[in-house]
């Protein structure tokens, strides 16, 4: 079992900028694909950003790019997302996920219980 731990999250202010990370531990399998997606009150669950486990392919949701930059360390299993110039449109709860392979697809495996991030106008 993987397991996914979110942080990061919290209160900011518009055009204040975040870094969240996700820490992967458990029964971590070799080279995951690792993921971030996030929840607005009353909408569906988005996709954010998606990285290879090498870190040298990343793909984003085309309305985020700009702002957002997914990274990881994989020596600390540990994938990050960092967010520019938040809005208040921003605010979600955050969630990391995992699987093995790396693709367009944006069904994963294994999910981490959320970070609260909102952004006060």
């Known amino acids: 079992q993987v397991q996914l731990v979110e942080s990061g999250g919290g209160l900011v202010h518009t055009g204040d900028s975040l870094r969240l990370s996700c820490a992967a531990s458990g029964r971590t399998f070799d080279k995951p694909a690792m993921a971030w997606f996030r929840q607005a009150p009353r909408k569906e669950r988005e996709f954010v950003a998606a990285?290879?486990?090498?870190?040298?392919?990343?793909d984003y949701a085309e309305s985020l790019k700009g702002r957002f930059t997914i990274s990881r360390d994989n020596a600390k299993n540990t994938v990050y997302l960092q967010i520019n110039s938040l809005k208040p449109e921003d605010t979600a709860i955050y969630y990391c996920?995992?699987?093995?392979?790396?693709?367009?697809?944006?069904?994963?495996?294994?999910w981490g219980q959320g970070t609260q991030v909102t952004v006060s106008s």
């Open positions: 990285i290879h486990w090498t870190g040298t392919n990343a």
């Open positions: 996920a995992a699987r093995r392979e790396y693709g367009p697809s944006r069904k994963y495996d294994y």
